[in-house]
């Protein structure tokens, strides 16, 4: 059964960095493209970043781009997202996911077959 826990979110001043973690279990990671999405109460959940199976191809939304990178190690069975300069609408609660059925990364929900239970982020002074 796959499963994919967050964990890394917190408390942070503006212009502040955070690093999430994502562990995977029960699944091919190595042959898996993996996501990351955030959401806030009230609105629907939306793309971050996501990663090929490979690791060498990364895709952003606008609002990260410079600002996020997503890598991940395929032997230890984690990805990663460092997010610096954060700001507070980065704000939510951010969950990874998987998928065995692309190579490319998604910015998509639907493309995703697998979601963690999300960790909270939250950017304030």
């Known amino acids: 059964q796959a499963h994919l826990v967050e964990s890394g979110g917190g408390l942070v001043q503006p212009g502040g960095s955070l690093r999430l973690s994502c562990a995977a279990s029960g699944f091919t990671l190595d042959s898996s493209v993996i996501g990351w999405f955030r959401q806030v109460p009230g609105k629907e959940r939306e793309f971050a970043a996501a990663?090929?199976?490979?690791?060498?191809?990364?895709h952003y939304a606008d609002s990260v781009k410079g600002r996020f990178t997503i890598s991940r190690d395929n032997a230890k069975r984690m990805v990663f997202l460092q997010m610096d300069s954060l700001k507070p609408e980065d704000t939510g609660v951010y969950y990874c996911?998987?998928?065995?059925?692309?190579?490319?990364?998604?910015?998509?929900?639907?493309?995703?077959?697998?979601w963690g239970q999300g960790t909270q982020v939250t950017v304030s002074s």
């Open positions: 990663i090929s199976y490979t690791g060498d191809i990364p």
């Open positions: 996911a998987g998928t065995g059925r692309r190579v490319l990364p998604s910015p998509h929900l639907k493309d995703y077959e697998y």
